[in-house]
């Protein structure tokens, strides 16, 4: 907590004079209210009253069987309103409240009585009515999750990469030590001449782009008549733990820019990154700008971060004391570890991504259901260590890459406002990775000679739900306007006040988009690869079924 302190000397030893924290004002108000409704509460409890329970996790009829199970659940939410409000109140930095907040939500969180046996009376009641065999089938649970190191979110049985998901045809024509390059087989008899190259996030696997038939992002865009080429990451081991940014950027991407080129013998190819995939993308494509080379004809950005200046509900975890504390561990080699991206990232939700499956799956011993989703996201990866680094110092931290002209890259000076192409940029409504108005800021960032070639969509729901949103499934809705997002909508807000609200999927949208920068339609080849780049093996391929340690 930031103290101020005011030395006052004397001969005798002054003693020192601190602020508060908390105004007294305020702290005996919130302290006179506590005291008022918990009084309230506990003459509830002693007439027998259930009182209103108006929180999700306890909307069992089993919590108000009886005044003690409901009193207690009260009791905690009366508690947890209150240590909320202490912490908005602290008169701290904005950055240090925003710790508290959060440390404060993970322990209110922690402490709900529906995470225990002994006060969850949904447990309790299932155990007698199951004789005993929902705390077997809990305790078989827990001990097969500590084996993992990590809770189930679905049954992971359910599925297998290459057998129901990842199924879209099509192979490798390229790899080397960081990724391999999938080419999909046509679906149409004729495709647009200039290609499509999907760059994903490297912290997670390619696949969620690719899940099953009806929900596959990839076999979508291959209907609407795209030759599609895809990025898999490998999940990092020994062999790249010294792996840097550039190598990412001039192995990795650019690379791929360049065997898709010359398979598809187009100059101009259209690209889309999602999320840490989006960021790669646009710091390779600022590095070919800088080197004179455009070979770009469209931009398609989902859920990315260029602007880190607000990062959510991630820079809890982001100082500088954090940072070097990782550098110093793998900054000169090693590997940053998926479970802890996952650990980290489950923090964020925690009553959805840990809890709930707390209570579900070990005191209640229901079996995890099928979720293509969670076991995607459950396959975890793996970072080098120098890699990681760098994002991390040069991202979250400093924020170095709107720097336009200071920021460098291999040893070039990048500017983002080089990027003159067209760009679609769609961000999540409720996305607690990427907050959607951060995500907007690309639109002042990206192709300063041309703003108005700048499109921006604005999805219902959030990091992931928000992008796997197929049109097949009539689901959510999305914002857009008619006219292209300019430096006159500087403001995200204002741009979404003027945007018109459109059910179902944004999917359709972004192929309009594209297909006026895709160029002619020709007739569709049924071999992959060519001479040059021949077929290496079936998709999705060896490295998306690397395991991380």
Not at 483 to 507: I, M
Request: include cysteine; aromatic fraction near 10%; charged fraction near 20%.
């Amino acid at each position: 907590m930031n103290k101020t302190e005011s030395p006052k000397s004397s001969a005798s030893g002054a003693g020192m004079h601190i602020d508060p924290v908390i105004d007294p004002a305020i702290a005996a108000e919130l302290q006179g209210r506590y005291v008022q409704e918990f009084a309230t509460l506990w003459q509830q409890m002693l007439t027998a009253q259930v009182p209103p329970l108006a929180d999700r996790r306890f909307s069992n009829p089993a919590w108000r069987s009886s005044s003690l199970h409901a009193f207690n659940a009260a009791a905690y939410l009366l508690n947890a309103k209150f240590l909320a409000a202490m912490a908005d109140a602290m008169h701290v930095p904005p950055k240090t409240k925003q710790k508290i907040r959060f440390a404060v939500e993970q322990m209110v969180n922690a402490m709900s009585p529906a995470n225990f046996l002994f006060s969850n009376p949904e447990a309790q009641q299932k155990i007698i009515e199951t004789n005993g065999e929902s705390l077997s089938a809990g305790l078989k649970h827990l001990f097969e999750d500590i084996q993992k190191g990590r809770i189930s979110q679905s049954d992971e049985t359910a599925f297998e990469v290459g057998r129901n998901v990842a199924i879209t045809e099509g192979a490798v024509v390229f790899e080397n030590e960081l990724f391999q390059l999938l080419q999909y087989s046509p679906l149409t008899p004729t495709v647009y001449e200039r290609p499509l190259l999907l760059v994903p996030p490297c912290i997670n696997k390619y696949y969620i782009l690719d899940l099953q038939p009806h929900n596959s992002f990839v076999r979508y865009a291959v209907e609407q008549g795209y030759t599609v080429f895809l990025i898999s990451w490998r999940n990092a081991d020994a062999s790249i733990a010294n792996a840097t940014w550039d190598d990412y950027i001039e192995t990795g991407v650019l690379k791929a820019v360049e065997v898709v080129q010359a398979i598809s013998a187009q100059e101009k190819i259209n690209v889309l990154g999602f999320c840490v995939g989006g960021t790669l993308l646009t710091n390779a494509l600022a590095l070919a700008c800088a080197r004179g080379d455009k070979p770009a004809a469209s931009l398609t950005l989902l859920t990315t971060f260029i602007d880190f200046s607000d990062t959510g509900m991630l820079d809890v975890y982001i100082d500088e004391e954090k940072v070097k504390e990782v550098e110093q561990a793998i900054g000169h080699g090693g590997l940053m570890k998926g479970l802890d991206f996952n650990a980290a990232f489950s923090s964020l939700r925690s009553n959805e991504l840990i809890w709930n499956y707390v209570t579900s799956h070990y005191l209640k011993g229901e079996n995890p259901e099928p979720f293509d989703m969670l076991y995607w996201n459950a396959d975890c990866t793996n970072l080098p260590g120098p890699m990681y680094c760098w994002y991390l110092r040069n991202t979250y931290l400093e924020n170095n890459l709107k720097q336009c002209g200071k920021f460098k890259l291999a040893g070039k000076k990048i500017d983002f406002g080089k990027i003159d192409v067209p760009a679609f940029i769609y961000a999540s409504r409720d996305d607690h990775i990427v907050p959607w108005t951060s995500a907007y800021a690309s639109i002042n960032i990206l192709n300063h000679k041309k703003p108005q070639q700048n499109h921006f969509v604005l999805g219902a729901s959030g990091h992931i739900a928000g992008v796997i949103n197929p049109p097949d499934k009539h689901k959510r809705h999305y914002w857009i306007k008619d006219k292209p997002a300019t430096k006159n909508d500087a403001d995200a807000l204002t741009w979404l006040a003027d945007a018109t609200e459109v059910a179902g999927s944004w999917w359709p949208a972004w192929i309009d988009f594209l297909a006026q920068h895709a160029g002619k339609k020709i007739k569709a080849s049924r071999e992959l690869g060519n001479a040059k780049f021949k077929v290496i093996e079936p998709a999705p391929g060896r490295y998306v079924k690397a395991k991380a340690s």
